[in-house]
T-cell receptor
Framework: NAGVMQNPRHLVRRRGQEARLRCSPM?????VYWYRQLPEEGLKFMVY????????ESGMPKERFSAEFPKEGPSILRIQQVVRGDSAAYFC?????????????FGSGTRLTVV | AQSVTQPDIHITVSEGASLELRCNYS??????LFWYVQSPGQGLQLLLK??????LVQGIKGFEAEFKRSQSSFNLRKPSVHWSDAAEYFC????????????FGTGTQLKVEL
């Protein structure tokens, strides 16, 4: 029973490029959450998705960031035209329906470095 | 708005010594409370969680935490620390009923001296 799978583990992008981060939830989990961890800080909520629906994107920056969770395949966090300030660890969590944060399982994260 | 304070950024203890990591929260009702551990380059592993009932919660790896409503605290403890416990520890709160997002503290980095 695989856990939450995130890839890539490490991603290096030049300023202005696009970054795509993938998250496959645990089997049986239909809810996905993305968090960002800036250096020396705790995790900050970005977005909560169910299949084909964005439920809460209150933590997403207004520009350049988008997220999706299609009917088939992993959830994708997309960052367009990356800047140095986007360098961070991005974590995905998944949960079964109803449990919300009480049922979270986190992935190992994607460390994005913008050069 | 809910918030979490972990007042100690770094803590160093000797192996075998006891440990207490502090966590204070601000929330209108009794929140759901969590402690996570993050080893270098790794994801977050849940140590324990609380939402109701006995205020002393047992977790994995010998950790426990006590919810004190009067102090708005949820401190993490371990009677005897092992070198493998060196990691970063995060306290988090979620809204009553679980909700869908957690608010994290800024973390406490634990160093264990042999």
């Amino acid at each position: 029973n695989a856990g939450v799978m995130q890839n890539p583990r490490h991603l290096v992008r030049r300023r202005g490029q696009e970054a795509r981060l993938r998250c496959s939830p645990m089997k049986g989990h239909s809810h996905v959450y993305w968090y960002r961890q800036l250096p020396e800080e705790g995790l900050k909520f970005m977005v909560y998705l169910q299949k084909e629906n964005i439920i809460d994107e209150s933590g997403m920056p207004k520009e350049r960031f988008s997220a999706e969770f299609p009917k088939e395949g992993p959830s994708i966090l997309r960052i367009q035209q990356v800047v140095r300030g986007d360098s961070a660890a991005y974590f995905c969590a998944s949960s079964p329906p109803v449990q919300g944060s009480y049922g979270y399982t986190f992935g190992s994260g994607t460390r994005l470095t913008v050069v | 708005a809910q918030s979490v304070t972990q007042p100690d950024i770094h803590i160093t203890v000797s192996e075998g010594a006891s440990l207490e990591l502090r966590c204070n929260y601000s929330y209108g009702a009794t929140p759901y409370l969590f402690w996570y551990v993050q080893s270098p380059g790794q994801g977050l592993q849940l140590l324990l969680k609380y939402f109701s009932g006995d205020t002393l919660v047992q977790g994995i790896k010998g950790f426990e935490a006590e919810f004190k409503r009067s102090q708005s605290s949820f401190n993490l403890r371990k009677p005897s620390v092992h070198w493998s416990d060196a990691a970063e520890y995060f306290c988090a709160v979620g809204p009553t009923g679980g909700g869908n997002k957690l608010t994290f503290g800024t973390g406490t980095q634990l160093k264990v001296e042999l």
